[in-house]
């Protein structure tokens, strides 16, 4: 069983920055994909940004320009730069973990609130 320590969540103001860790008890050396989604009441999980062990990125379009993704391979962690934050951007932020497609790991999940 692989572990996913997340942090970093809080409450900040409207055009304030965040920075999400995400600690994980396996190598990301290789095979391997690291994530962040975010879920909000009432609506679905959505992708918010993913980076490949090769350093491929991928972002949801809502927070392309404003978050960033990038990783420690030393650390085996990953983080989520978030500026210019909204209030839509207020939700719960889970770090995934794939390693070759088939193993799939979820953190606890930290709760981002972006006030007015």
């Known amino acids: 069983q692989v572990q996913l320590v997340e942090s970093g969540g809080g409450l900040v103001q409207a055009g304030g920055s965040l920075r999400l860790s995400c600690a994980a008890s396996r190598s990301i050396f290789s095979g391997n994909t690291m994530g962040w989604y975010r879920q909000a009441p009432g609506k679905q999980r959505e992708l918010v940004a993913s980076?490949?062990?090769?350093?491929?990125?991928n972002y949801g379009d809502s927070v392309k320009g404003r978050f960033t993704i990038s990783r420690d391979i030393r650390k085996n962690t990953v983080y989520l730069q978030m500026n210019s934050l909204k209030p839509e951007d207020t939700s719960v932020y889970y770090c995934?973990?794939?390693?070759?497609?088939?193993?799939?790991?979820w953190g606890q999940g930290t709760q981002v609130t972006v006030s007015e």
């Open positions: 995934n973990a794939r390693w070759y497609s088939t193993d799939d790991f």
């Open positions: 980076i490949t062990s090769g350093g491929s990125t």
